[in-house]
């Protein structure tokens, strides 16, 4: 008899946690869409923010699962240095944005652009991680990810070698750390 309190007991204990952890996919799922809907509209009004809040709401609500799939709650620290991550990104962004214009208006452009290849291995084991890391190489200006595999290894392809020279370097570092992985 006292087995199967046990059992019971930790079944409701596992219930529980699999409800809170749905709650807090759901909740963070919403606040990414709600934020991500105000910074896309830019617009203050009732109406808009209404209509954000619904949307965010329905998203949230059908595709929670799909977006924190196996939520824990170390997550809520990554959501969150996630925005410190996003600033340095778009930082980087503006100024491969300003080196790509320096090789497009030069007048050897032609002798400039070196579009090479680089393969590199990185110490990345989660799915998310090495996607993001992936998708910040091709949203940074002059670099495209050929492919990234689940072992952490990457082809990237770059426009000239100063693009090339700068991978894997300080992203994948801030990549490890968003994600807390070992460099």
């Known amino acids: 008899m006292a087995d199967s309190d046990t059992t019971d007991f930790e079944t409701r204990e596992s219930s529980k946690s699999g409800v809170a952890k749905k709650i807090l996919s759901f909740l963070l799922t919403f606040v990414f869409m709600f ?96 996607t993001t890391m992936a998708n910040s190489i091709t949203l940074t200006p002059g670099t495209v990810t050929v492919t990234a595999d689940s072992d952490g290894g990457f082809r990237v392809h770059a426009i000239d070698r100063a693009s090339a020279e700068g991978l894997p370097g300080k992203m994948f570092e801030k990549v490890a750390k968003l994600f807390g992985e070992d460099i």
């Not at 896309?40 to 809040?53: E, R, W």
Request: aromatic fraction near 20%; avoid cysteine.
């Open 35 to 130: 934020v991500l809907w105000i910074v896309l509209s830019g617009k203050f009004d009732p109406l808009l923010i209404s209509l954000g809040i619904l949307s965010s709401f329905l998203v949230a609500w059908f595709f929670h699962d799909l977006i924190f799939p196996d939520l824990e709650f170390r997550y809520i620290s990554i959501f969150f240095r996630f925005f410190a991550y996003a600033a340095w990104l778009i930082k980087e962004i503006i100024k491969a944005n300003f080196h790509l214009m320096y090789l497009v208006f030069h007048p050897r452009m032609k002798e400039l652009i070196d579009p090479q290849i680089i393969v590199f291995e990185t110490s990345l084991k989660q799915e998310l991680a090495i």
